[in-house]
């Protein structure tokens, strides 16, 4: 069975600080990892990864897969009150019909 | 920029009724799915939707849930004889394929949230 397990569950920070989240996983068969932003609705999606060591950047937020280690990072920058959300890791399996399965999320608290 | 679009975004209805959520994926998309989200807990994978057939379901997806493409735009989810345990927030989403060249992510709906009285 997939699994995704994300860390931490939350973390209040001041705007200008960095923050690092972490996502590992379990997947039989691996397409991508990818990243969600989720305020109060839908998902929005970050980043995907499929390849080990390169480095996704998109403004202050950036994001790297492990595929020895079976995890990634996503970091943000500069945080500002915008940020706040729950961020969403989830894997991607090639042999089940693309199913998502999702981390439960870390929720990101920027305060002024 | 195209978007998934969900409706209704909230829909009431008494245990044991029949409910149709209603999804318009991305117009160049191949691949349908819909996924659900209990308050508190984790995005569950419901079902994703290729070629005019379920491609792959969840052990949640089971006889009182269907899915149809009914015309070249709407991609519905039906649920026969809704149970209390079947409030959730519902979200489509579609990605527009998996081809070796083209590996591109699902975009979500706002979501539909079911609540079931």
């Known amino acids: 069975e997939d699994k995704v397990v994300q860390s931490p569950l939350s973390l209040v920070v001041h705007e200008g600080d960095t923050v690092t989240l972490n996502c590992s996983y379990e997947?039989?068969?691996?397409?991508?990892l990818l990243w969600y932003k989720q305020e109060k609705k839908a998902p929005t999606f970050l980043f995907m990864l499929t390849s080990s060591g390169i480095e996704k950047k998109s403004g202050r937020l950036s994001s790297i897969l492990d595929k020895k280690e079976l995890s990634s990072i996503l970091n943000i920058t500069a945080t500002q009150t915008g940020d706040s959300a729950i961020y969403l890791c989830a894997v991607e399996n090639k042999a089940a019909g693309n199913k998502l399965t999702f981390g439960g999320g870390t929720r990101v608290l920027v305060k002024p | 920029e195209p978007e998934v679009t969900q409706t209704p975004s909230h829909q009431v209805t008494q245990m044991g009724q029949e409910v149709i959520l209603r999804c318009v994926p991305i117009?160049?998309?191949?691949?349908f799915y819909w996924y659900r989200q209990i308050l508190g807990q984790k995005v569950e994978f419901l079902v994703s939707?290729?070629?005019?057939?379920?491609?792959?379901k969840s052990e949640i997806f089971d006889d009182q849930f269907s899915v149809e493409r009914p015309d070249g735009s709407n991609f519905t989810l039906k649920i026969r004889s809704t149970k209390l345990e079947d409030s959730a927030m519902y979200f489509c989403?579609?990605?527009?394929?998996?081809?070796?060249?083209?590996?591109?992510?699902?975009?979500f709906g706002d979501g539909t949230r079911l609540s079931i009285l």
């Open positions: 997947v039989t068969n691996f397409r991508s």
């Open positions: 939707f290729y070629n005019n057939e379920i491609s792959e």
């Open positions: 117009s160049n998309h191949l691949y």
């Open positions: 989403a579609s990605s527009v394929g998996t081809g070796w060249s083209s590996n591109q992510p699902q975009h």
